[in-house]
């Protein structure tokens, strides 16, 4: 892991308190969790703040619909939030509500302060509001007469208003952006917002609302007969929070924030709006704005109208908190818009959750219990050294010095924003300890005497990785990853970066125990597409509950059998071997180049003691097609050939008569 700030100060848009939490909320919300936990892994003080938007017209509105005060519509409302950020398990140091006497102070003390230095004046104005997006536009900005942001109907307004002389810091903000790489990311969205500043000429922005129309918002501190329009009052809990003119030594601490999370949708308030007002307020700029794309079900927008908005707590009940936290991280590039289906869901939690994770802690727990007592055994002692793995080398030291390389890998690509991408690597790591278990056959080498030591450095060894992984793993999936390092044996589960990449921290000698299934795989089943929870998932599944004990490959149940779709996921195939080689330093491993039919393919197999690579040549053996890639010393296998072994014996499983590459094998 790499790239220590002395502090990082994360924050998410404060929400909407009216709207019902979904998707896109717990998404940015999640974000800045999986952030702040891993830099608390890295012990970087950290501080996440998150809260609710609480001002402004559609409250009022739904406040007098229900017959309540604006206060008490509020009052109830929040809870949707704070209750969901539980139940995912949300880590925030702080929960802003702009309506909280600490906020409401300093708006207004930032306003009498702006009014005072003439950044705040009085005029007259005319133009054309947007009740959805509470915000005037002016009239060249409009599109076929309606809301250029949501294209909903505009009304006309003329009324006298304050504003803030954002226009005189354009050329300051097109400078400080292209001076200022890191200030709004992705890239493209720096772009974006510099095109909007070099195209037109910026206006100054209308910062108050006059009561007669608006009652519900902070008071003008200098017109009681104005409340402060929603956005400018918003904006500032990012400094309210920490301490801004309360608290010096406190907003010292945090400001510079490290990363504002937000929707591509607020862009221009939050890299327009706020860096001018921060700009004008004397206040330093935060260090990144990030924008991230939105959840699209399948490739529609999300819409209460049409009915496919996603509801987080419906996911929540059905798959479990950490598989929800895991698939959202997962499949957002960040920057880009993301689909969301749950037959995606169901696809992605069955083959790296349940299949991958799963399997291999499942593989690693239950043969230190078979093998090993229940205990963590003990690394070879054959060797005296503190670091007998150096001195060790083989597989055991490849797979080691494979799987902490991620470590740092991770860290790289959390620093550069790229979670997705970073989970990719760490499931990549569990993939390659199901290859080495898999090469190394510890179940071989329990019956054979003599292997006792190298059986125990084996286990020892795959548990250190599996370690390493679920410690990778813990900012995104926390409760699950706890629990897998629990099972392991460790008295203090919880992952410290100094310790991540050490081998050698599993203590010998304690006693494992079996978590039960991570992640139950969840079942397809062919129901009727009716009781699909997501509208547009062509594929309805019956998921376990969340907790259940559903059977999965990773748990074999009781009778040992397995069921028709777990048999159906593997497409076993006919090949044609093109060419075969040893490969240096592995004296059991053989490289094939293979025909598949439809496409070549790379085969590492551990077949070298039983085949010499000439024999192969023309042979048509069965492979498993669909295997996922991995490096098997450090070079790939794109699938992986069945043979049968007896003992010391083992031979190719090969066709019976002539049949061309590519034939299914049923
Ligand atoms: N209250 C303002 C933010 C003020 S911050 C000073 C607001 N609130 S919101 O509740 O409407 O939206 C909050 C965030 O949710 C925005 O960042 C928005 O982009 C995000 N999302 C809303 N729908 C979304 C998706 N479908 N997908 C991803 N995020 C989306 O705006």
Redesign the pocket.
Known sequence: MSNKPDHYYVTT????VN?KP????S??TILADVLANYHRLLDVPTHFLTGT?EHGQKVQQAADKNGITPQQQCDQTVIRFQELWKRLEITNDDFIRTTEPRHKTVVQQILQELYEKDEIYKAEYEGWYCVGCERFFAEKDLVEGNCPECGRKVDSIVESNYFFRMGKYQQWLIDYIETHPDFIQPAFRANETLGFLKNKELQDLCISRPKSRLAWGIDLPFDSDFVTYV?FD??I??ISAIGYKSDDEQFKKWWPCSCQL?????LT?HTVYWPTMLKAMGVEMPKTVFA?????TGRTK?SKSLGNVVNPMDMIDNYGVDAFRYFLIAEMTLGQDASFTEEAFVKRYNSDLANDLGNVANRVLSMIDRYCDGKIPVRSNSVDTNDPIENNPGMEQDIWIAVSAISTEVGEKISAMKLDSAVGSIMSAVRMINVYLQERAPWSLAKQEGKEELLNHCLYTAAECLRVCAGLLYPVMPAKMLELRTALGMADAKPHVGKLSKFGVLIPGSAISQPGALFPRIEVEKVDAASSRVAPAKQPVKPPKAGGTAPSPSTPPPDGLITFDQVMNVQLKTAVVLAAEKIEGADKLLKLQIDLGTEKRQLVAGIALHYTPESLIGKTIVVVANLKPAKLRGVESQGMLLAASLGDSLKLVTVDGSIGPGAAVK
């Open positions: 848009p404060i929400y909407y709207d979904h998707i896109g909320h998404y940015t938007d956005w918003a904006l809990n990012y937000i929707g591509k949708d607020i308030t991230h794309g939105w959840w699209l999300m």
